[in-house]
């Protein structure tokens, strides 16, 4: 169940790198922010009330709707034209997340390691150069942030995979630390889409030396 | 106590958040900065002591927050001048004060925390708070730096909690799950070499972003910029230091493995390439703030070759940071002045400094020759400290890279800085120039000639911490 999980969540990989539109961008992060509940809630060992919060928190309330409805928001406020608008064709892109993927399951298959779950490793990897990659090859701003959070997905991810508990305390920070800064990182789209129309990465360029 | 400390100085920034009244600034400043005096002096009488479980007091971490408290204060003195004389709408004055304050909570707490992901979340909130100071001018170019800065932070926040992810992975192996910095040190030989190395990296690369060497040190140069010169000191040098404090903790933690000449190298590389970074920029620069932030990076790098070095360069690199903090903020408050006078940052409009604010002007002299390096300067102690360690080191050719940086470096900066200084200006408007008290001046001063007592002749006990915070490296 858990593999078939993870597989749907590489090919949401495959179709953020070719989908054209910014909101189908948006429901991929949804599709994830499930995705992710179904792996975490496959992995907890025992039901317990407080960790089944948490996941849920995370993942449901967190990934796959507060912070999606938010971006979206922010694209209906600053009427942000629905285009993505890479600088590759999409063909390239396909190719390029697919040479990701193949690449860190070579590099995992070199790992050898019992306390790593290969495949989580593999996922955890590609989402997280997907990330990068998203955001090096598009324009808008808006796009910038949808890579961070496939980024944070990415390590959410290779968190499952390492298995290594945090205490709650510390879960409970690191979760708010990123909630805290994908608002912040909002409210600036937002100011920069009263200053700017149509927020591209072209117009911040001002500070050079 | 930290947890009353923390609780006590939030809600002091919630207060300056909350409040529209002018005249109550001051005794909430007050208020603030006697909490972080008085919280200073107690972990300084409780050193050692582990509190709330996830912080511990050590040599490093109060040395550095001592440094804090003492920045601190002139940071909160030239912030209230700053924004009295701009005349600011109560609300952004509120939100100013509220984020300083945080920050400087933040940033404390990072030095002493002793667990690796509690030093993450405050290093986050750091970037948070931060955010908040690069926005203060509400314009299009801080708007500018506050995107690309809070981006890059978070990006890089994000590589150092895959760094720990790893790190934990590496620890598994040595059958313990305890990510505090004491457990392991302990398991240090038993950790994964291969999840260690991988670790490394991703922390490293994530705290050059707070450090400020390459590859992420891009986001401080627009941050120091665009913010007001009171909160550009405190990145330029005390949350400077904490990003030391995050690279410094993990190599301590290499430094007991068999990667330590590997994790030396990756030092070598990141300090040399800043360095050769700072000196591209400063000679051909025509911002002054941006000028001194490139000066940081340099010395940053300087300090990451003491550590890579080793040796006497160990306790050279945390007399450098401290020092350094104490000159670079001595500057950028002054720099605020330069502003006030010529309300220009860019070289072209400015010169013949010492007609116009004359106690400004030599503090400006001081502080350029503290900067670098040039005697009375106390961080000449350290950079001399520095070369030494490099010597013995054994990287000949090296140190003649540095040092013909170095030198490029006091050309770039002199060329700018007399020119501020001496050179008439042909067509400036001399009737609007405002009058600065020398007064003032006074906090820079104290600032820059601490920094002087503290490199020629040490306190005894300053010299005893600081060979305490380096005593777990290998000579």
Known sequence: ?209 | MILLYLGIATLISGLFFFNRNRKLYIPLIVLFVLVQLSFTVYEYLHLHETDFKYFTVDALGILLLGTLSIISIPAFIHSYIYLNERKDSPKSQSIYYAAVSLLITSIGAAYLANHIAVMWIFAEITTLSASALIYHRRNERSLEATWKYVFICSVSITFVFIGILFLSLSLQHAGSDDLSFVNLMANASALNPFWLKLAFLFIFTGFTVKIGLVPMYTAGIDAKDKAPSAAGALFSGVLMNMGFVGIFRIYGIMAQTSMHAWANMILLIAGTLSIFVATVYMTRIKNIKRMFAYSSIEHMGLVTLALAAGGVGYYAAILHIILHAFVKSSLFFQFSQVYRVFKSKSIYDVGNYFKYNTTGALILLLGFLSSTAIPPSGLFVSEFLIFQSLFNARYYLLLGFVLLFLTIIIWGFGKNLLKLLFTPLSNFDESHVEKIKPVESLSQLILLVLAIYLGYNPPAEFVILIKEAVINLPK
């Open chain 1, 1 to 209: 169940m858990t593999d078939v999980l993870l597989i749907l969540f590489i090919i949401t990989l495959l179709y953020t790198s070719i989908s054209n539109r910014i909101l189908s961008f948006i429901y991929m992060l949804i599709i994830q922010g499930l995705i992710l509940f179904g792996v975490t809630f496959n992995a907890l060992d025992k039901i317990e009330t407080w960790n089944l919060v948490l996941v849920l928190l995370e993942t449901i309330v967190f990934k796959a709707i507060a912070v999606p409805f938010f971006l979206r928001y922010l694209i209906k406020r600053n009427k942000m034209t629905r285009e993505t608008e890479p600088f590759l064709p999409h063909f390239f892109s396909l190719i390029i997340v697919t040479g990701i993927i193949v690449i860190t399951i070579l590099l995992s298959n070199a790992v050898e390691d019992t306390h790593v779950q290969k495949i989580f490793f593999v996922v955890a990897l590609s989402t997280l150069f997907t990330g990068l990659y998203l955001i090096a090859s598009r324009k808008k701003i808006i796009t910038h942030l949808v890579g961070y959070l496939i980024i944070e997905n990415g390590v959410f991810v290779l968190s499952l995979a390492v298995g290594n508990e945090m205490p709650m305390l510390l879960n409970m920070g690191i979760m708010l630390d990123i909630f805290v800064s994908v608002l912040i990182l909002g409210i600036f789209v937002n100011k920069i889409g009263d200053i700017l129309v149509n927020p591209d990465v072209d117009e911040l360029k001002g500070l050079v030396d």
